[in-house]
């Protein structure tokens, strides 16, 4: 069964950038995407990606700050995030997905990596 680890989270402060990898255990075949989690808040879409790169979408709260990426060869899935705020502050998680005119998200989730950004 196919494992999705993250990384690359950690301690920011606002402005900064920061870059988390999601690299699966084996080929996906799959959208991949980008959810975060912050306290006493549901988990939301962050940013997702079709398998052929093709198709990407994003969250308006992220629009043009951040990107993802993904590399087929390498199983990774990326999320370049610019120009970050302390509202960004949240566990992101990787996720195995389709498109169905929008990102739908599969019960296929890595553990998550916590991102913290100060003001």
């Known amino acids: 069964q196919v494992q999705l680890v993250e990384s690359g989270g950690g301690l920011v402060q606002a402005g900064g950038s920061l870059r988390l990898s999601c690299k699966a255990s084996?080929?996906?075949?799959?959208?991949m995407g980008w959810f975060r989690q912050a306290p006493g808040k549901e988990r939301e879409f962050v940013a997702g990606i079709s398998y052929s790169r093709t198709m990407t979408s994003t969250a308006d709260s992220v629009k043009d700050r951040f990107t993802i990426s993904r590399d087929n060869a390498q199983n990774t899935v990326w999320l370049q995030m610019n120009s970050l705020k302390p509202e960004d502050t949240a566990v992101y998680y990787c996720?195995?997905?389709?498109?169905?005119?929008?990102?739908?998200?599969?019960?296929?989730w890595g553990q998550g990596t916590q991102v913290t950004v100060s003001s």
């Open positions: 084996g080929r996906t075949f799959s959208a």
């Open positions: 996720n195995l997905g389709y498109y169905s005119g929008s990102y739908l998200p599969r019960d296929f």
